[in-house]
């Protein structure tokens, strides 16, 4: 057996941003790496120094893929406990799949470690829920295209038509756009927004209005990236009372741990 099946890379999304909000088995397997790549245009280098501090580092802000499958599989072939560490989870938005493939073709094992994506670290920021009773159980995560294109069918004009909550990335850059598209959907001039840049931070800024004045609100408060874009009705929920409460907790409501009370 050799090092590349002895050992395996652990990709670990090491969340929004603040350094806490790492899961357990997160910081442990930084805690043991001793060959760290981490996405340093992203990931707070407090955090590798925190839970890592005395692996080799490589930042792959300036790397390619080449570059960073060369580090990775050069580590592991050595027998050195290694990590690829990506902000917050490396499903969402992560490139990941495109270095498994380059592992797979080596013969290195891996296993993915999940982490708080921004859209839930924004959520927290509002104190929102996202899916509110007879307002939208759906919430669609999706960008606008840029450099990477977007297929056709997904067009934030295509998606905007199904009214749910949308949370957008990597296009506040382009948040005039991003609300002309939305405004061609189930969304009108009157329906909220709220930007959240650089959630959980300590630079956190939180910007809200309608589709009317976000971009606006957006450009004078200076947020040009790192930033999410959340639409859709639930944001208005607390100013103008619940439509409805979740069954979940109603006395009513009888289910396999609870007989409701009739009366």
């Known amino acids: 057996m050799n090092a590349a ?3 395996r890379i652990a990709f670990v999304g090491a969340g929004p941003g603040d350094a806490e909000l790492i899961t357990v088995k997160g910081a442990r397997l930084l805690g043991e790496a001793e060959v760290v790549v981490y996405a340093g245009s992203l990931v707070d280098r407090e955090l590798v120094r925190t839970y890592a501090a005395n692996a080799q580092v490589f930042d792959s802000a300036g790397m390619t893929l080449e570059e960073t499958t060369s580090a990775l599989s050069e580590a ?9 560490l990506h902000t917050g989870d490396p499903s969402i938005y992560g490139a990941i799949q495109e270095q498994m493939v380059e592992l797979d073709r080596l013969g290195i094992g ?33 960008r606008l295209a840029g450099r990477t294109p977007v297929p056709e069918r997904e067009t934030l004009a295509r998606t905007a ?4 909550t949308m949370v957008i990335y990597l296009s506040v850059a382009m948040i005039e756009q991003v609300v002309a598209e939305l405004l061609q959907g189930a969304y009108t001039e009157q329906t909220p927004v709220a930007v959240v840049a650089r959630a959980t931070w300590p630079d956190e800024q939180v910007v809200e209005g309608t589709l009317a ?16 874009i959340v639409v859709g009705d639930v944001l208005s929920a607390r100013r103008e009372g619940l439509k409805a409460k979740s069954l979940l907790y109603d006395k009513g409501f ?10």
């Open 76 to 84: 592991v072939f050595a027998g050195k406990k290694t990590v690829r």
């Open 161 to 164: 038509g199904i009214g749910a």
């Open 213 to 228: 004045d976000i971009a606006a609100r957006v450009k004078e408060a200076g947020i040009g990236k790192q930033a999410l």
């Open 110 to 142: 891996y296993e993915v470690v999940p982490g708080v994506t921004s859209a839930f670290a924004a959520a927290a920021t509002l104190k929102q829920e996202l899916t509110l009773p007879e307002v939208t159980q759906t919430v669609i995560i999706t």
């Open 5 to 7: 099946t002895e050992n």
């Open 254 to 263: 009888s289910h396999e741990f609870r007989d409701g009370i009739v009366g």
